[in-house]
């Protein structure tokens, strides 16, 4: 998976966040915005691969064709399976950010997912905001994950996500000096809310409209909504012209 670097400026608001370091420790609350560009692209993503592509760290991919759909596996709501299902079906390779936990209860959706083709991410051991931890924590936070899924799966993670979608230019640069490019997105909606989940027509409707080349979409595996909608999903997007 290859990325470009828009030329923009990052416009993510921020909490201030009192260390000491080299790079910026600022501790950055990732949010993709409602301003696009003339092809549908959140304005706050182009800015994030402007201002940290240098550090391995996107919210878009350089393919306008494309769009990558990834999963955050915190934990088992009982619908990964129809998800990995439609996936199979549609002949679509996704991503799946595990947790610590997902990765040591649920060994044989995580082997499905291999044996399947996707890719499985690192979304940090214990789920802690990486900008709140001390340099050997937050490596510790990545690299025991990537280790256990190494030696449980002997699958070698290559991309990390910062769990809360909390940042740092320095957590940034420690992701990157664990050897891991850092994905963030362009697309997400509230679905991870298991108590209110949004109509399938609703969350339909604004997936598809937001739909943009580069794009990748964040989705959690616990949304009955989203398990209902990948299937009409992925050939709204491909109506569209978008690779899947």
């Not at 092809?39 to 306008?64: C, E, M, T």
């Not at 809310?193 to 943009?212: F, V, Y």
């Not at 009955?224 to 899947?244: C, E, H, M, Q, Y």
Request: proline fraction near 3%; aromatic fraction near 10%.
């Amino acid at each position: 998976m290859r990325f470009s670097v828009p030329a923009a400026l990052l416009t993510a608001a921020a909490v201030p966040y009192s260390v000491v370091c080299a790079a910026n420790c600022t501790k950055i609350g990732y949010g993709q915005g409602t301003a696009v560009d003339d092809k549908n692209r959140p304005v706050d993503a182009l800015a994030f691969n402007s201002r940290f592509g240098d550090l391995d760290a996107f919210a878009l991919s350089n393919d306008s064709q494309r769009i990558i759909i990834t999963f955050d596996q915190g934990y088992e709501n009982g619908y990964t399976a129809k998800i990995l299902d439609t996936l199979k079906e549609k002949n679509v390779q996704a991503i799946f950010f595990l947790t610590g936990s997902y990765a040591k209860t649920e060994n044989a959706l995580v082997k499905r997912m291999i044996d399947e083709g996707h890719i499985l991410g690192n979304h940090g051991m214990t789920h802690a905001s990486l900008p709140t931890l001390t340099d050997s924590d937050a490596k510790n936070e990545i690299m025991s994950l990537h280790d256990y899924v190494l030696d449980n799966f002997g699958y070698q993670m290559q991309y990390f996500r910062c769990p809360c979608g909390e940042y740092s230019e320095h957590a940034l640069e420690i992701a990157k000096e664990c050897g891991y490019k850092s994905l963030f997105w362009s697309s997400a909606y509230v679905d991870w809310n298991i108590n209110s989940q949004p109509p399938p027509a609703e969350g339909l409707k604004k997936l598809t409209d937001a739909a943009h080349g580069g794009e990748i979409l964040l989705l959690h595996s616990v949304s009955s909504t989203n398990a209902a909608i990948l299937g009409d999903l992925i050939d709204n997007f491909r109506a569209k012209g978008f690779t899947v």
